[in-house]
């Protein structure tokens, strides 16, 4: 009998997508429920970048582009990375287009870093709670997924030393990946936090030979006052280890058009672009004049989508708080609040089954946070309209009670 591959069989499939498509399945039975599962923003995409991909297609721009992407996208995105790491540039030098690759996503992103600097075998430390598809993605180039425990009490973020204790714990640990904004927690690291998590990748031995991921992805969505630091600001003297990722899909709400990137040395560069020459080739075309329009926007064209986050994580933690056992993570970036469901567990009910109550009795759609390595916690999306957000928040509380 022909048979799957067992890399396959080892990986589920995506826990978050699968739940928002049994709901829009509910929604289009006519079923009213305030869907708070999604990771994608709401707003529209950029007028400019619209603007750019029928100006494209007037000039019959539809051919292959270079495996890495357009020079004009890829030297954009040098220059956005550029502006955040102004240490790295004054001590080692800007980066420059050759140093990016445009991908399908995000997601290519960081499967192209994997499959370029991965053995079978290999160990891939993260923080917890994590973004759900890091371990799936991990299992998929066969190494291993190796989870670092972080306190609720600390906000979810990993400490120095917690780190140092997992590199004693993981011996054939390859790569770390690190995510602030972090999904699902909200987790935004300081300079400093990122800083000490650099010093232990200097001066550990074991530390010293590892890879670093940085998903940068939510860059743009900071909620208060505490700035967003790219993790070679703070660390660097790390530059050639480190593989920072980022894209267009959180930061100009342009999920779909699939444009995400990697900046890195030029060897790492050159490895993922064997990796994307052999699987994808260069990203859609008009995509990538969509980007070039979005990049070259200034920061205040954005400035109204963040504040309608704020507002709406400002509304979220309000009303939350007249269930007052709830365990909240306070988000300082991204758009999701994380929050602990124990005290309201029925005997027997995990988060899985606490947020099928929630569907069926609330109608309120959130995941559970145990694909995120969060058992008893709940995620929920503000990445949604206000109307919905509201009733959404209330008909859960109601359901929960004081
Ligand atoms: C932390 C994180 N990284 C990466 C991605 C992937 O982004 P993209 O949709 O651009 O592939 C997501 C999307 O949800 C995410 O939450």
Known sequence: MARLAARVRSVSDSFTLKLN???QEMQKQGID??????????????????????????????????????????EAIARKTNVQQPSLVALSGEWKGANVIATNGGKQAIFNAMMAVLEPGDQVLYPAPFWLSYPEMTKLVGSEPFSIATRFE???????????????AAPRAKLLILNSPCNPTGALYSHEELAAIGEVLEKNPRGRELWVLSDEIYDRVILGEKPFTSFLEACPRLRDRVITVNGMSKAAAMTGW?????????????????????????????SQWASIAA???????????????RERFRMVLEILSKAGKLRVVVPEGAFYVFFGVQEYLAAGEDAGRFCE????????????????????????SFATDD????????????????
């Open 21 to 23: 498509a049994q709901v």
């Open 33 to 74: 429920i305030a869907n708070l599962t999604t990771g994608e923003p709401d707003f529209q995409v950029p007028e400019a970048a619209k603007e750019a991909v029928r100006e494209a297609v007037r000039l019959n721009r539809s051919k292959y582009t270079p495996v890495p992407g357009l020079p004009a996208l890829r």
């Open 154 to 168: 600390n906000g979810f973020r990993m400490t120095a030393d917690e780190l140092s204790r997992a590199l004693d």
């Open 258 to 286: 699939r444009v995400g990137w990697t900046v890195a040395s030029a060897e790492a560069t050159a490895a993922m672009n064997t990796v994307q020459a052999q699987s994808t080739s260069g990203i859609n075309a008009l």
């Open 295 to 309: 990049l070259a926007l200034p920061e205040s064209s954005f400035s109204e989508q963040v504040a309608k986050y």
């Open 357 to 380: 109550r929630v569907l069926r009795d609330a109608r309120v759609a959130l995941v559970p946070g145990d694909p995120f390595g969060a058992p008893g916690f709940v995620r929920m």
């Open 387 to 402: 109307a919905t957000l509201k009733s959404g928040c209330e008909r859960l509380v109601g359901l929960l009670g004081s």
